[in-house]
């Protein structure tokens, strides 16, 4: 019997890393040339306080929705909502200090190591912190004291963490010849490993389902493998272990920033396939992504805002007969022989699927495609990538006769919304809308909500396509006015 796959829960969080900008790609290169723009941006990052306010990252949280943050005056680093909270319907923006203890404390192989009198400072905070357990406080242990970690950076190549200029940890090499498991990529691996395990811990706690989830699908940006098979992957089964997720086994899809639409079609597929009855797919933060950016922010004298990791836990499940429908029927996809230009990529994607199912694109009520936020990417001169994306929608809507060339703004304010995402590949590619369909389409009036987003394949020098995925989440038949039952 065929079963109906439903998106059952959502969990989008911000880990606020000020201190690991400078292990971030671009900064890392840039302080390597010149040393003291590592002062400018240690100036220039934002307080936990800073970073909680900021109405963008309210709206990535659930706090407010993207109509409220439209009406709010740009630069949003300037503004601030009066009622923010670091904790939202959809998740949770988490302090810096407590995501290195997490991080510490799922380490398996003790490779950050961090001081004592550091996570002394955290212990209280870590026992209130809803994804932090007593089992994890026992696996922190006491730290490590500052000479031994000196030692660890002087004698055995251990890469220093700081808070500002204070010494508080270190990262050591996995191997001593495996470029693989330098202490960098180890970084990587062990935040994006952590920042997830806060999103699935966190939509385990909601709904206590980590033992009935029976798959784990991870869309994350890491590369984790070694000298032999330098992107093995699987991170999906180390945050299932370490979120209690004791009855699932997992695996992960590779596809750029498209990658979260793939996994979601892909376990709506399990589910309804029968094979298993809840998916999760799991996305942790990219850490070279960090500071991406910064040169603009610093030119402009703004604070660096690309300081956050952002993650995302999307349970799967079969129809409940309340949670929103993934419409298998309405799947758009990027095949290989579409073409790469703007135009074919939004054909294939929105079009086709739409016309499969007889709908137009007025029929969809609002289209969650890639958030960038514009106050990150406009002061580099990247643009703003959802507007643009948006008058290409409208432009198809022109085309296609469903609305006038003089209507197209109107239909960019009423069918898309303001970008409301760090700027973290993979996790700003439309994924953000999710805990807001949800709403809208169990309590509120909407009834299709399609989520679109690319992917640069010709990144990894591999091939010059781009690629694509969308799917249509559509309001249950079953719904009444919002209510279950």
């Not at 004698?155 to 220093?160: I, Q």
């Not at 990262?171 to 062990?190: P, Y």
Request: with cysteine; aromatic share 6%; glycine share 10%.
């Amino acid at each position: 019997m065929e079963q109906f796959p439903c998106i059952k829960s959502v969990k989008l969080c911000l880990s606020h890393v000020p201190n690991l900008i400078r292990h971030g790609s671009k900064p890392q290169r840039e302080i390597t040339s010149n040393s003291t723009i590592l002062d400018d941006i240690l100036n220039s990052a934002r307080s936990f306080e800073d970073a909680i306010k900021y109405p963008p990252h309210q709206v990535f949280i659930g706090n407010h929705t993207p109509e409220d943050l439209a009406g709010v005056e740009r630069p949003w680093y300037r503004r601030s909502f009066e009622d923010s909270s670091s904790v939202g319907p959809d998740g949770e923006i988490v302090e810096e200090g407590l995501f290195l203890c997490l991080t510490a404390a799922i380490d398996p192989f003790n490779l950050l190591r961090l001081d004592s009198r550091y996570i002394d400072r955290h212990r209280d905070a870590l026992s209130r912190a809803k994804w932090f357990n007593e089992n994890d406080l026992e696996l922190l242990g006491d730290g490590t004291p500052q000479q031994t970690l000196k030692d660890l950076v002087e004698c055995r190549g251990a890469l220093p963490l700081y808070q500002g200029h204070e010494f508080i940890g270190c990262v050591e090499n996995g191997h001593s010849e495996d470029s693989s498991l330098s202490a960098e990529i180890v970084l990587e691996n062990l935040t994006s490993k952590s920042s997830a395990v806060i999103a699935l811990r966190l939509l385990n706690n909601d709904g206590d389902s980590g033992n009935e989830i029976g798959y784990v699908i991870g869309c994350g940006e890491e590369a984790i493998g070694d000298r032999y098979q330098r992107g093995g992957g699987n991170l999906a089964k180390a945050v299932a272990e370490n979120s209690g997720c004791l009855n699932a086994t997992g695996s992960d899809i590779k596809a750029f920033c498209c990658a979260p639409n793939h996994a979601i079609v892909v376990g709506a597929a399990l589910v309804t396939s029968g094979l298993y009855k809840n998916v999760a797919v799991i996305g942790g933060g990219s850490l070279a992504k960090l500071g991406m950016k910064f040169q603009g922010h610093l030119r402009n004298n703004m604070p660096i805002l690309e300081d956050v990791l952002a993650s995302v836990a999307v349970l799967i499940g079969e129809d409940d007969g309340f949670s929103p429908i993934i419409d298998l029927e309405s799947i758009g996809r990027h095949t290989v022989a579409a073409g790469s230009s703007p135009q074919a990529i939004a054909e294939a994607l929105i079009v086709e699927p739409l016309i499969r199912k007889g709908l137009g694109i007025l029929d969809v009520d609002r289209y969650a495609t890639e958030l960038h936020d514009p106050d990150i990417t406009e002061p580099q001169g990247s643009g703003n990538t959802p507007r643009t994306n948006y008058r290409v929608l409208a432009s198809l809507a022109v085309q296609r006769k469903e609305i006038t060339r003089d209507e197209m703004s109107d239909f960019v304010d009423r069918y898309g919304m303001p970008g409301f995402s760090p700027t973290q590949g993979h996790i700003a590619s439309a994924i953000p809308f999710l805990g807001h369909a949800y709403r809208s389409l169990t309590s509120g009036n909407a009834n299709h909500t399609m989520f679109y987003a690319k992917g640069s394949l010709f990144l990894g020098r591999m091939t010059e396509m781009s690629d694509g995925m969308s799917f249509v989440l559509t309001r249950n038949a079953k719904t009444n006015k919002g209510q279950k039952g």
